[in-house]
């Protein structure tokens, strides 16, 4: 047991125990719920039951999730499961945890798509951005492509637990693909190598965050790749770092691609930039 934790506790002393060693509410109530055995819309059944006994099983768990979390461990690790986009996601360190920054690249090519459009999402990781479009629009063919054989088995279990169906594959951004498709969306790595923020991001795998010395080695393959993928006046649509905005801006203007702009997300921050494909369309 941890030092200073109740020897007996009932659910409201566990959770300030939770507080006390600076954990965040909302945390320490997710990890409170799975020690549980309840899901994690059961928030008001917790507070309405602030005086139940917490059994020694659940205690131990409890414990055990809140070590795990104060050593910086993500929640969504923790607790196998985020929300993205409406959709409770399976998650474990195969992949990185959604972020809800992400939901502005979703909105993005759902207002763009036409009905039974062929679209591709690069880097699906846990599948989040390509079951999201599919959810909102069954008519979209979906493919998901990843590098990682781990990130797939994750995508595709999700795929088939919300049944939702994705064509899945396995390779390096867009090497071996031909399409053509109307657009191609991707969150691929785009931290630079030695960025400070990196340590602590250490629980998710470097290979889905870092993208060489600027962070844009990722995104040039990406937007050098895509012609060959896209059918004339098709978008390309990419997330990048906070201040990458306008560094992408122009690897998609130097590449041929027209009607580039960026779209910003909840925090007003520039979170994604993209472009149409020069063809008949462009004029």
């Known amino acids: 047991m941890t030092q200073g934790a109740p020897e007996a506790a009932t659910l409201a002393s566990a959770l300030r125990h939770a507080s006390g060693l600076g954990l965040e509410r909302l945390d320490a109530q997710m990890l409170l719920l799975r020690a549980l055995g309840r899901t994690p819309h059961d928030r008001a059944w917790l507070m309405a039951h602030d005086s139940d006994a917490l059994d020694a099983a659940a205690h131990t768990g409890f414990e055990a999730a809140l070590q795990r979390r104060l050593r910086g461990e993500p929640l969504a ?27 502005t690249l979703v909105d993005w090519a759902l207002e763009l798509l036409a009905p ?31 590098f990682s054989t781990e990130a797939l088995a994750v995508a595709q279990a999700n795929a088939q637990r919300l049944a939702l169906e994705v064509a899945f594959s396995q390779g390096s951004w867009l090497e071996g693909l031909s399409g053509p498709f109307d657009a191609i969306v991707s969150n691929p790595p785009y931290i630079a190598a030695a960025d400070p923020h990196l340590p602590a991001l250490a629980h998710e795998p470097l290979q889905a965050l870092a993208s060489g010395n600027d962070g844009l080695d990722d995104l040039r393959a990406i937007i050098e790749q895509a012609p060959a993928c896209l059918k004339p006046g098709a978008w390309l649509l990419l997330e990048h770092g906070y201040d990458q905005a306008q560094a992408v801006r122009a690897l998609l203007l130097n590449a041929g691609f027209f009607e580039v702009q960026s779209r910003k997300d909840l925090a007003d921050i520039a979170r994604c930039s993209g472009g149409r494909w020069k063809g008949h369309t462009a004029s």
Do not use: N
């Open 116 to 146: 039974q459009a062929h679209a591709l999402d690069l880097g699906t990781g846990s599948g989040a951005i390509a079951l999201a479009i599919k959810h909102q629009r069954p008519d979209v063919q979906m493919h998901a492509r990843d």
């Open 77 to 103: 690790y923790i607790t196998g499961h985020q929300e993205f986009y409406g959709l409770d996601l399976q998650v474990d360190e195969r992949v990185l945890c959604p972020r809800a920054d992400t939901e």
